[in-house]
């Protein structure tokens, strides 16, 4: 495994354990208890999103990179 899948895996796994922690403290507050399929659901559903995003905004950026090497290597010279 390449170090950006290791990051996109971690990524989606933090985001995701994070806004299962905030909607269980949301529940918790109103007086609801600890639901752990529910925990499992947000944590699954916003893991699976951010990591999506993640890749998305990866391959963006590396087209980005690209993209500017072209026109920096394509500068005329004198």
Do not use: H
């Amino acid at each position: 495994m390449n170090k950006k899948t290791k990051t996109i895996i971690i990524g989606g796994l933090i985001g995701g354990i994070a806004y299962a922690s905030i909607m269980a403290g949301f529940d918790y507050s109103d007086g609801l208890d600890f639901r752990i399929w529910r925990f499992l659901l947000n944590a699954i559903i916003f893991g699976i999103f951010m990591a999506i995003m993640n890749i998305y905004n990866i391959k963006k950026q590396t087209e980005e990179n690209k993209i500017t090497n072209s026109k920096n290597n394509k500068m005329p010279t004198k």
